[in-house]
């Protein structure tokens, strides 16, 4: 029986014995063998999704490039799939630039992104040959220019641009946006200045433009009154300083299913207002038509994902809440208690029976608010019970710490019917082998 709970990957379902099963993996099965907590990825839907950007830009336009944001979740076997999608990466800093190269990932297909990268990052960076420089701030121009001289290279670069439109979900509002760390504002001329800068920088190549106005978006206005302000300011770009822009990155931001009233536009149609508004603004203006890229992270890999713990104790506190406590928590979902994001969760032997209470989903670590999910109706919660939280591809093991002591979960993949480790379960070991003793 297909089991349509939307934030659980599509080929989840019911099998015969009543368990959840996610692309022919019985998830009780799975929690036996490669234990608890665990982050399971559905590998088809991960190239679905790869799949369904790629086809969504190329039936629109010939020029385009669909970059896998890594931080969205970043190890070697993600970037090799990204990579036989075709798509290019976003790193983020040295560590997820040499998580890609260590997949073999083509240095010229990725994008090395940051606001505070340091000289070690940024001569790594160029070292390896990559493909361009997302640069954040004059600082880094200066810096990024020094080392390519020193390396006998020329960087090409792009600039990220502050658009001044913060993006919310189902809404955007128009702000100067001068608090935000990211980036050159368009306000007082800086970007303008910066355009300059970079044209006169020896070493660097200015190829054009960055611009990421926010995640979990779900509408796509914003997006194209991104283009519209990109387009404005690369009008006054070429009039002032003869720049033509050839590559135009609208960054990421769709937004991924978690709950029910989630409903993000589909990456065709992301596509679609993308590619027809820049034609639309790019000709308005008389501006050549640039290279469109776009940055998804989330929107590839949130909902592939899900994760399975073991219940350890189920509690109530009388008259206010029941607790469910599973042995993971914050150390592996941050994002509850980062940003209050909201999860489902389900028992994975019996995920279709009738709840039979209300439980806020606790996690294991030393703070009241390592809340995994607020309300979760479920059936007779018990000890020894996997319960599954869907949607956590993204953002959930790419910030999982240590705190008390957790060792990090191991990440599987499964796809018909088979399931391979690509990240293994840390060990105590792993925990103090970088630590020194006392004399
Ligand atoms: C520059 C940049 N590009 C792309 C992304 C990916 O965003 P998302 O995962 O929402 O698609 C982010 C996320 O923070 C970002 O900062």
Known sequence: MSLLIPPLPRSSSVNDSGHLEVAGCDVIELAGEFGTPLYIYDEQELRDRCRAYM???????????????????????????????????DAASGGELYTALAAWFPPEKIFLHGNANTAAELDFAIR??????????????????????????????????????????????????LDSKFGFPLAGGTALDAVAAAQTAADIELVGVHAHIGSQIFALK??????????????????????????????????????????????????????????????????????????????????????????????????????????????????????????????????????????????????????????APLPEPRPGDILVTPATGAYGYSMASNYNGQPRPAVIFVKAGEARVVIKREAYEDLVHLQEKLE
């Open 55 to 89: 086809d969504a830009f190329s039936s629109r336009c010939e020029n385009f490039e669909v970059i896998y944001a890594s931080k969205a979740f970043s190890c070697v076997a993600i970037c090799q799939l990204v990579a036989r999608e075709g798509l290019s990466l």
């Open 128 to 177: 390896s040959e990559v493909g361009h420089i997302v640069i954040d701030s004059l600082d880094e121009m200066v810096k990024v220019a020094g080392i390519a001289a020193r390396q006998g290279r020329r960087q090409p670069v792009l600039l990220r641009i502050t658009p001044g439109i913060e993006a919310h979900t189902h809404d955007f509002i128009q702000t100067g946006r």
């Open 222 to 375: 914003p997006y194209r009154r991104t283009v519209a302000v990109l387009a404005d300011f690369l009008a006054a770009a070429r009039e002032k300083h003869g720049f033509d822009c050839r590559l135009l990155d609208l960054g990421g931001g769709l937004g991924a299913v978690y709950g029910p009233g989630d409903d993000p536009p589909a990456i065709d149609q992301l596509a679609e207002a993308v590619v027809s508004s820049v034609a639309a603004e790019m000709e308005r203006r008389g501006l050549p038509l640039p290279r469109i890229a776009v940055e998804p992270g989330r929107s590839i890999v949130a909902n592939a994902g899900l994760t399975a713990y073991e219940i350890e104790a189920v509690k109530t506190v009388f008259d206010v809440r029941n607790f469910v406590a599973v042995n993971g928590g914050m150390s592996d979902n941050l994002r509850p208690m980062l940003y209050g994001a909201g999860y489902q969760a389900l028992i994975a032997d019996r995920p279709l029976a009738e709840p039979t209470m209300t439980a806020a989903v606790a996690g294991k670590h030393c703070e009241s608010g390592d809340i995994l999910v607020k309300a």
